[in-house]
């Protein structure tokens, strides 16, 4: 990707757009309880981003927030209740999530809180147990 690169995501309904800019810090797949239950699947797939990349730029008035812990503001549509991104101010971070953004190449680089996964992947991706060392986890490796 390069750097000058910017992309494009929408709410289910289409009332919220969103753009990036630039590339993301990292992808891959969330396995924790919180996004299991946020997303209402199995696992989430993730795309971050530093905040300043990402603005919306439709229906800014349509945005709702949920705070369950001092790691994640996550948002969605008030009208489609379709979910847009997580801000981590811990990590300096926002989470767009990569299904809402169609022309992102999606390239998954790891697995992260793996230790609470409910659908195991065999994909030869880095599974962390819970969070990389330099995000405050463990940095612990479980095997694929």
């Not at 919180?34 to 530093?50: K, V």
Request: charged fraction near 20%; glycine fraction near 10%.
């Amino acid at each position: 990707m390069s750097s000058n690169k910017s992309y494009s995501g929408k709410c289910f309904c289409g009332a919220v757009e969103i753009a990036v800019n630039g590339e993301p810090a990292a992808m891959g797949y969330c396995h924790c309880d919180s996004c299991r239950e946020w997303s209402a699947g199995p696992i989430n797939a993730f795309s971050l981003w530093p905040p300043e990349a990402v603005r919306v730029t439709k229906g800014a008035e349509h945005i709702r927030s949920y705070q369950k812990s001092e790691k994640s503001v996550r948002k969605w549509c008030e009208i489609c209740g379709g979910h847009l991104l997580t801000e981590h101010p811990l990590w300096a971070v926002t989470d767009v999530y990569a299904a809402i953004i169609p022309t992102l190449d999606f390239q998954p680089m790891l697995h992260v809180n793996y230790g609470n996964t409910v659908l195991h992947m065999t994909d030869g991706l880095p599974k962390q147990k819970d969070m990389p060392a330099e995000m405050g986890g463990s940095g612990v490796l479980l095997p694929d």
